[in-house]
């Protein structure tokens, strides 16, 4: 077979859209389909996606850009493997003997567990973990998602005690859903993406005993097998639709396949994606570096041969941010609308936001801040706080910059670009002129896409090394040169760091615990209507998973004025979220002035209760 005659498909799974692409040998996307699909945000700091939806939009995605590609004259049977992408911790759980899921997606994105976390960080062990697997315990990885599942959803807890809970990235869900599921039972994860999970050890690329034994679930929970990122067979073959029969050879994490995608291949080498959130990768060749300076150690890629790592910083909020002015606050209809509100004014009148919706992540870590908005004045528009969210991202980078050249001692010459919000002239020159160093942004934009196209394309041999790739995607890109001196650059950053010192401390114990309800059947408030409590105060009572039991006899108690008794025994919580959780429920509750009377009465019940239970409870 002549090469020009093959092809490859890459499946692009991110947070805000799935898109699929077909790849010619030159690294050109010939045909391809993009879909947006469902945000659920159920609640403050939630985040979540269907399972089910993820795996149709694929499906959607690879049924259109085929009808595209025949249309263009070429035939299916050209696409000789595919390789897959996929927005990197997003946990999603399902029964291992049905193949269906438990649970919504909890998205990289949710801070749901910010409680758990907390508690994790006073047990023994957690300030090695980091070592052993790379990341920082925090709300991000997969590990904290579970626990918060195990704790707060009774199917998934189920199947953990009946041993049938299997748990994946979004990697090894499509990957088992598109070869079949359960009949097949190919159950994979690659490098890349497993190491996101807390469970694998970073030297190994094996679960490691350490970190199951830390988070309470070795041997009671089916994980995928880690294979390595591009391979001819482990990945099984497409079950089903227009590529049926198709064998799946190569899979990355979308940032390490961004790093791929713009052939990243030797140490020194760096990219920043900036996609829903944004994500700079550093290569530091075939030995993990650990950051001293908050950044992530993490694979690379792995084909075969030593792995490669990679020094990350990790930004949570990039284009979410400009897709909350959009959806949230109507400011634009599409996200490139962005660019022409911030050109309406000349800067960001001295506007700075802390985006930090799901806290802040690398370099910072801070898990108590907010999305801050600050030096709100008369005089602000639209278009100021339209350049201030463009100019987040780029202070993140700035930091994330200066500390990956602590670590590593080395100083970037040019910084490589990529993802949607790339598109930004303003955003890319702004990034320029605060890092004092060119930016360059490739022509072809697809870069994530492409990294999972070469995965799969060396396995199947449409490439046989690195060498071969050197032409391609290398014509036609943009260079935006710093244009402001350093010490100017410096005098804004100086303020941004300002503005995220003060964006500290904003999520107290009572905001950390509002709007985690896990009572979807809403019993709570059907309680309180029977018994003519104000529906109001029990829904907001009930939105907090910690306290859930409490809250039904306390809503209960209060119902009937004090003549149930309050089941304190009954919380499976460790007992400093408990006390903080009593405190939010007494809070509440302080403000019903009907029941003000009983509370105070019930308060000193539920305090000799609360020591009781402190001394019972070894940790949960
Ligand atoms: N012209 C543009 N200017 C600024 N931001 C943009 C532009 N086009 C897209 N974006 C942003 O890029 C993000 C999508 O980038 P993408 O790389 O597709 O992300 P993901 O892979 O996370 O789904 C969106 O959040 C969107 O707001
Ligand atoms: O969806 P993106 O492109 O922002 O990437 C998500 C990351 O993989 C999360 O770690």
Not at 173 to 190: E, I, K, M, P
Not at 534 to 548: D, E, G, M, R
């Amino acid at each position: 077979m002549q090469p020009s005659d093959t092809f490859v498909g890459s499946i692009d799974q991110g947070t805000t859209s799935t898109r699929f692409l077909i790849f010619n040998r030159e690294g050109e996307p010939v045909a391809s389909h993009q879909v947006e699909f469902s945000q659920i945000y159920p609640n403050p700091g939630w985040h979540e996606h269907g399972p089910l939806e993820i795996v149709t939009s694929v499906e959607t995605c690879i049924e259109e850009a085929v009808q595209k590609f025949e249309a263009q004259g070429h035939t299916r049977g050209s696409i000789k493997s595919i390789g897959i992408t996929n927005q990197r911790e997003t946990t999603i759980v399902w029964d291992h003997e049905t193949g269906e899921p438990l649970y919504n997606a909890i998205v990289w994105t949710d801070t749901r567990s910010q409680a758990i976390v907390a508690e994790l960080k006073q047990r023994p062990g957690a300030a090695q973990l980091q070592t052993r697997c790379g990341l920082p315990l925090s709300t991000y990885s997969s590990a904290t998602k579970l626990l918060w599942m195990l704790a707060h959803v009774p199917r998934v807890k189920d199947a953990f005690d009946r041993g049938t809970l299997a748990l994946g990235t979004v990697d090894a869900w499509l990957v088992y859903r598109l070869n079949g599921g359960v009949a097949a039972n190919v159950f994979v994860s690659d490098s890349t993406n497993a190491s996101r999970t807390m469970f694998v050890n970073l030297k190994t690329l094996r679960y490691d005993e350490t970190l199951l034994d830390f988070f309470g679930i070795r041997g009671k929970i089916h994980l995928p097998s880690i294979v390595p990122s591009s391979d001819a067979t482990a990945y099984g073959v497409v079950a089903s639709g227009a590529l049926a029969q198709v064998p799946i050879m190569g899979c990355l994490g979308d940032q390490s396949a961004a790093l791929v995608g713009q052939k990243g291949f030797s140490p020194g080498m760096a990219k920043n994606t900036y996609g829903t959130g944004c994500f700079l990768l550093y290569n530091v060749g075939d030995k993990p570096v650990f950051s001293t300076h908050g950044l992530l150690a993490t694979v690379a890629y792995h084909f075969g041969g030593k792995p490669i790592y990679a020094l990350e910083g990790s930004i949570a909020v990039a284009g979410s941010g400009i897709k909350f002015l959009q959806n949230n606050l109507n400011f634009f209809q599409e996200s490139k609308g962005v660019n022409d509100l911030a050109y309406s004014v000349d800067d960001n009148g001295g506007c700075v936001f802390v985006t930090a919706f799901s806290g802040l992540f690398a370099p910072y870590w801070i898990d108590d801040a907010k999305g801050t908005l600050f030096g709100i004045t008369q005089y602000t528009q639209k278009g100021h706080i339209a350049r201030a969210t463009l100019e987040a991202t780029c202070f993140q980078t700035k930091a994330i910059l200066d500390a990956m050249e602590k670590d590593s001692g080395h100083t970037l010459s040019e910084l490589a670009v990529d993802g949607g919000m790339s598109n930004s002239d303003l955003a890319m020159q702004t990034q320029a002129d605060l890092i004092s160093i060119p930016v360059y942004r490739p022509e072809m934009r697809e870069t994530t896409a492409l990294g999972a196209a070469i995965a799969a394309g060396l396995a199947v041999g449409l490439w046989r090394n690195f060498a071969e790739l050197r032409d391609i995607n290398r014509s036609g890109g943009a260079v935006f040169e710093p244009q402001v001196s350093r010490q100017e650059s410096a005098a804004k950053f100086g303020q941004w760091e300002k503005a995220v010192q003060m964006s500290r401390g904003w999520v107290g114990s009572k905001n950390i615990e509002q709007g985690e309800a896990v009572d979807p059947t809403n019993e709570t408030c059907a309680r309180a209507k029977n018994h003519n409590l104000p529906t109001h105060k029990a829904t907001s009572i009930s939105n907090n998973p910690l306290i859930s039991d409490v809250v039904k006899s306390f809503t209960y108690t209060t119902a009937v004025k004090g003549r149930a008794r309050i089941s304190v025994k009954e919380i499976e919580v460790p007992p400093p979220s408990v006390q903080t959780a009593l405190g939010s429920v007494l809070g509440d509750l302080d403000d019903a002035d009907e029941e003000d009377l009983c509370l105070e009465l019930r308060k000193v019940e539920i305090l000799q209760r609360l020591r009781k239970l402190r001394k019972q409870s070894n940790g949960y």
